[in-house]
C-alpha cells in the first residue's frame, strides 16, 4: 500500500466490488463467445466421440492434458502467496492473496474438468472412484485434486468473513440475490475477538496443511509421467522440476492479474510499484530456478544422449519442435529474468509483459513435455499412419482448451464483480499498523 | 517393281506378325493354367477326407483359384459316384468327406481312383484330374526294454483277403506338441523294410507331458504317390508330469504395486490411508472450527436482540 494513511471508509470505498465498466462488459461477453465455442466443441466430441480430436494411438494426450497440467501448475500460486508468505509473516503481500486464491481455485477447478473432458466415456467418471486402483498415480492425483480443491476454497473463504461483514453494511445498489448470498455467506460474523482468534488459528492451520498438499498435487501429476519408462518422461528429478514451474507460472499469473485489476479498478493505491518491485524478485528467483531444472532436465540426457533419447531430444533441439521449444526456454525464463533482473524492469507495465511471456512460455512448455514424448514411442508399430506421427490439435481440441481458459478467466472475473479482490478488513488493519 | 513387292512382303510379314500375337493373345485369355492336386488323408484309420488345391497360372505366377466349384467322384465321373460338390477358399482349397453311401464301393476294392471336374466359366473351361490311391494302413506299437524306449510302425495294404506289408514307404515319427511335430530320434524320416516295419528309438528324455506325464505319439506317412497321407497317434506315459503355473507362480497373486485394485501392498495402503484420514481430519476440524464461528455470531445475535428488547 502507498504510504499515505487512508481512512478505513475511503479503503472500503476504494475495494468495494464495482460493476463491469464497458471495457468489463466486452470482456466478459469475449469469455462468455469462447466458452460456449467450447461447450459446442465438447458437445461434438460427446455426439462423435474422441476421434474428433487429432488424438490417435500414439499421441493419447494431446492438449488436454498439456492444459490440464498448466492448471495445476497455475494453482500453486495460492499456496506460495496466501500459505508461504503468511507463514513468513511477510505483510506486504496481503492485497495479492485474494488474487492468488482465486486464481488458484478457478485453475483447480478447470484442471479436473479438463481431465474429464479428455476422457472418451465421461459417464464412466465415478469407475475412477469405484475400481481405482491405489497403486495408480493417477488415483493419487484425483484424491489429491479433490483435497487440494476444499483447501483452497477453505483459504479463500476464511479470510473473507470479514470482508462479508463490509458488504452486507455497504450492499446498497447490490442486487437482491446478491445481498441474500452474502448475508447467508457471512451474517454470523460479528467480528468478535473470540470469532477472530478461531479464524487466525484457522487460517494458520490451513496455510500450514495447503503447503504439502500443494507440492503433493504437483508432484504427483509429475509421477503420472516419471513413473513411465518413456523418453523424455524417465526422470527422477520430474517432481522438482514441476514444482518449481508451477511456482513460476503461478507467480506470473498473480503479476498479470495484478496489472488488470490495478488498472481495471484503479488500485494504485492497494496494488503499488513496491508490490511489482517484489513480485518482480520472486518471478526472477523462480525462473532461475526453473531454468536450472530445465538445465538439468535436458542437458544430463543430451549429455549421454541414449539410443531412446537421441530422436526426442534432436526433435526439441533442431527438429519438428525446435521453433516451440526455444519459445517456451526464452520468451517463458530467459527474457522475462533479463527484464525484471534490472528494477526498470520491474515497474508495473515491463511486469505485466513478463508476466504474459511467462504464462504463454509456460503453456507451451506443458504441450512439449506432453506431446514430443508420445510421438516416440519404445515399440514403434510396424506401417504406422502417417496421422499416428505428427499431432496437431483439431479445432475441437482448440475451441475446448481455450474454452476452458476463457472459464477460468471468467469465474476469476465473476468473482471480482462479486467480492473484493482485494481483502478490505486486512488492508484496514494493516493501514491502521503502519499508521 | 521390285521396290514394290518388297514393299507388299514386308506388309504381308507385318500382318501375320499382328495376326498371330492377337491369336496368342485370345488364347492366353481363354485358357489359362490351371492345376489341381488331389491329397488324400488317413487318421488313425478311420477317419479319411480329401484335401484339393487348385491354383491357376496369372502371368508368370502361380495363384490360388478362389471360389472355383468343383466336383469330386470316386472311381468314376457318374452322379452316383460323386462324392461331394465344394467350393475352394481363399486360399484355392477345399475339403470333402467320403460320404457314407460310398462306402461299399470304397470297401469293394484295393485301389481307388479321386475325380475332380471342375466347373467351366466364362473364363476356364471345364477340367478333369485324377489321382489314384491305394488303401493302406499304418499301425503304431511301443516297447520299453532295459530302459529303452521304442517306437514300432507298420505300413500295410490289402492283399487277397489280409493285409500285406508294404516296403519303402516313408514314414516320420514324432511326439505332437503345440507348436508341430518334434522328432523323437536323430532321422528325419525311416523307411519301411519288407516286413513294412520302422523302429526308432525315443530319445526324448524329460520332455514336459500333460497333467498325468501324458505324450501324445504320432506316426505319418507324408503325400506318399501310392498311398496318400497317414497318420496315427498314440499316448504313452513317457514324458515329465506337468505342473500348471497359475497366477500365484508369477506372483500376482502377492501384494504388489502391479496386482490387481485389491492386492495393494499393506505398506502404501498403510502411508495414503493415514494421509488422506490426516487431510481429510484437518478439513473436519476446519468445518467444526466454522460452525463454531457461526454459533458464536448467532450467539451474539441472540444477546444483542435481547439487550434490545
Known amino acids: 500500500m502507498s504510504d499515505l494513511a487512508l481512512s478505513p471508509e475511503k479503503i472500503t470505498a476504494d475495494l468495494l466490488p464495482q460493476k463491469f465498466s464497458k471495457r468489463g462488459m466486452i470482456w466478459t461477453g469475449i469469455l462468455i463467445i469462447i466458452c460456449i465455442a467450447g461447450a459446442y466443441a465438447y458437445f461434438r466430441q460427446l455426439k462423435e466421440g474422441l476421434i474428433v480430436t487429432n488424438m490417435r494411438d500414439y499421441v493419447s494426450w494431446g492438449i488436454y492434458i498439456s492444459n490440464f497440467v498448466f492448471f495445476v501448475a497455475i494453482s500453486l500460486v495460492g499456496s506460495l502467496i496466501t500459505a508461504v508468505l503468511r507463514l513468513a509473516n511477510v505483510h506486504w503481500s496481503t492485497p495479492l492473496t485474494r488474487i492468488a486464491e482465486i486464481i488458484a481455485v478457478s485453475a483447480i ?38 483435497t487440494y480443491f476444499f483447501l483452497s476454497l477453505l483459504l479463500l473463504y476464511f479470510p473473507l468473513l470479514p470482508d462479508l461483514k463490509i458488504l452486507i453494511k455497504n450492499n446498497n445498489g447490490s442486487p437482491k440475490w446478491l445481498q441474500r448470498s ?78 488488470v485489476f490495478r488498472k481495471a479498478y484503479h488500485l494504485e493505491k492497494y496494488i503499488t510499484e513496491f508490490h511489482f518491485e517484489k513480485m518482480g524478485r520472486i518471478v526472477v528467483m523462480l525462473a532461475f530456478l526453473y531454468l536450472y531444472f530445465n538445465i538439468n532436465e535436458y542437458l544430463i540426457p543430451a549429455f549421454k544422449m541414449k539410443k531412446p533419447e537421441e530422436s526426442h531430444l534432436t ?16 520468451i517463458g525464463m530467459i527474457i522475462p529474468i533479463i527484464i525484471m533482473l534490472f528494477r526498470r524492469g520491474r515497474r508495473p507495465l515491463p511486469m505485466f509483459i513478463a508476466g504474459i511471456m511467462v504464462v504463454v512460455g509456460a503453456w507451451f512448455k506443458r504441450y512439449l513435455i506432453v506431446t514430443p514424448t508420445l510421438l516416440h514411442p519404445f515399440l514403434p508399430m510396424s506401417n504406422v499412419p502417417v496421422s499416428f506421427r505428427h499431432y496437431f490439435p483439431s479445432w475441437e481440441e482448440w475451441a475446448i482448451a481455450m474454452g476452458s481458459l476463457a472459464g477460468a478467466l471468467l469465474v476469476i472475473t465473476f468473482f471480482a464483480r462479486v467480492f473484493p479482490i482485494i481483502p478490505i478488513h486486512e488492508t484496514i488493519v494493516e493501514d491502521e499498523r503502519h499508521a | 517393281m521390285k521396290d514394290m513387292r ?58 490360388p483359384l478362389k471360389r472355383q466349384v468343383l466336383q469330386l467322384y470316386l472311381d468314376s465321373n457318374k452322379p452316383e459316384n460323386l462324392i461331394t460338390k465344394v467350393m475352394t477358399d ?146 504313452v506315459p513317457w514324458g515329465k508330469i506337468y505342473k500348471p503355473i497359475g497366477a500365484s507362480d508369477f506372483g500376482f497373486g502377492d501384494r504388489s504395486l502391479w496386482a490387481a485394485r485389491g492386492k495393494a501392498p499393506i505398506w502404501l495402503m498403510m502411508m495414503a490411508y493415514s494421509i488422506i484420514a490426516g487431510v481429510c481430519g484437518v478439513i473436519l476440524y476446519l468445518i467444526f472450527r466454522m460452525i463454531k464461528i457461526r454459533k458464536l455470531g448467532r450467539k451474539e445475535i441472540y444477546i444483542s436482540a435481547a439487550v434490545n428488547v
Open chain 1, 109 to 146: 477447478v478447470f484442471a479436473s474438468i479438463i481431465i474429464v473432458v479428455d476422457m472418451g466415456r465421461p459417464e464412466r467418471f465415478l469407475n475412477l472412484f469405484i475400481h481405482g486402483r491405489l497403486q495408480s498415480p493417477i488415483i493419487w492425483d484425483v484424491v489429491v485434486i479433490g
Open chain 1, 182 to 259: 452474502y448475508r447467508f455467506l457471512g451474517s454470523f460474523w460479528k467480528g468478535s475477538k473470540e470469532q477472530f482468534k478461531i479464524s487466525n488459528k484457522a487460517i494458520t492451520i490451513l496455510c500450514v496443511t495447503i503447503i504439502p498438499v500443494a507440492f503433493a498435487i504437483h508432484t504427483v501429476t509429475s509421477w503420472l509421467f516419471a513413473t513411465t519408462y518413456r523418453p523424455g518422461w524417465d526422470s527422477t528429478n520430474f517432481g522438482a522440476y514441476f514444482i518449481s514451474g508451477a511456482f513460476l507460472v503461478g507467480a506470473g499469473a498473480v503479476v498479470v492479474a495484478m496489472y
Open chain 1, 315 to 330: 526433435n526439441l533441439f533442431a527438429g519438428e519442435f525446435a521453433p516451440l521449444f526455444w519459445f517456451a526456454i526464452f
Open chain 2, 6 to 63: 518388297k514393299i507388299k512382303i514386308l506388309v504381308l510379314f507385318f500382318c501375320l506378325l499382328i495376326a498371330s500375337y492377337d491369336i496368342a493373345a485370345q488364347n492366353d485369355s481363354t485358357k489359362p493354367e490351371l492345376s489341381v492336386t488331389i491329397h488324400h488323408f488317413v487318421i488313425n484309420n478311420s477317419f479319411q477326407y480329401l484335401l484339393v488345391e487348385t491354383k491357376t497360372k496369372v502371368g508368370n505366377k502361380w495363384q
Open chain 2, 90 to 235: 481363399s486360399d484355392g482349397k477345399a475339403k470333402a468327406l467320403i460320404p457314407s453311401g460310398l462306402k461299399s464301393l470304397w470297401d469293394a476294392y484295393a485301389i481307388h481312383k479321386f475325380i475332380v471336374v471342375t466347373e467351366g466359366t466364362s473364363k476356364e473351361e471345364e477340367t478333369i484330374t485324377e489321382s489314384e490311391i491305394t488303401k493302406a494302413k499304418i499301425l503304431i506299437d511301443t516297447s520299453n526294454l532295459d530302459s529303452t524306449r521304442t517306437v514300432n510302425v507298420r505300413v500295410m495294404r490289402p492283399g487277397n483277403d489280409t493285409w500285406v506289408p508294404l516296403k519303402d514307404v516313408d514314414v516320420k515319427i514324432g511326439v505332437r506338441r503345440l507348436g508341430g511335430d518334434l522328432k523323437i530320434g536323430d532321422e528325419e524320416t525311416y523307411t519301411t523294410d519288407s516286413l513294412g516295419e520302422v523302429s526308432a528309438e525315443f530319445k526324448l528324455d524329460n520332455l514336459p507331458g500333460d497333467t498325468k506325464g501324458n505324450l501324445i505319439l504320432i506316426a505319418k506317412v507324408e503325400d506318399n504317390d501310392q498311398i496318400g497321407s497317414l497318420s496315427i497317434d498314440k499316448i
